[in-house]
């Protein structure tokens, strides 16, 4: 079991900039594909950005550019580092945890994952 545990969400004016963590516990992080997904208020929730063991990475087109997602093995931690905020940023961001992807498209999935934090709220304000 992987437990995971985000932090670093807040309230912030649309065009700044906020850094959310992914703390992992129970294995090592390096072995699991990680995701960020996103939920806003009467939505679904949505694939952000991932990155693999190989730290290659995907970004959903709404966000690339102005995100970047990374990940630190030796703090078994990961981490997305979001910029030029705008106000439909606004939404629960989740951190998630996977297996090796067969494709690159399977990181995009929310059923590829196995594990999931509880999410933190990121409010961007116009």
């Known amino acids: 079991q992987v437990q995971l545990v985000e932090s670093g969400g807040g309230l912030v004016q649309a065009g700044g900039s906020l850094r959310l963590s992914c703390a992992a516990s129970?294995?090592?992080?390096?072995?699991?594909?990680m995701g960020w997904f996103r939920q806003a208020p009467g939505k679904e929730r949505e694939f952000v950005a991932a990155?693999?063991?190989?730290?290659?990475?995907n970004y959903a087109d709404s966000v690339k550019g102005r995100f970047a997602i990374n990940r630190d093995n030796g703090k078994n931690s990961g981490y997305l580092q979001m910029n030029s905020l705008k106000p439909e940023d606004t939404a629960v961001y989740y951190c998630?945890?996977?297996?090796?992807?067969?494709?690159?498209?399977?990181?995009?999935?929310?059923?590829?994952?196995?594990?999931w934090g509880q999410g933190t709220q990121v409010t961007v304000s116009s």
């Open positions: 998630a945890a996977g297996p090796t992807p067969i494709t690159a498209t399977q990181v995009m999935g929310i059923d590829f994952y196995d594990f």
């Open positions: 129970g294995r090592a992080i390096s072995t699991y594909a």
């Open positions: 990155i693999r063991r190989t730290y290659a990475t």
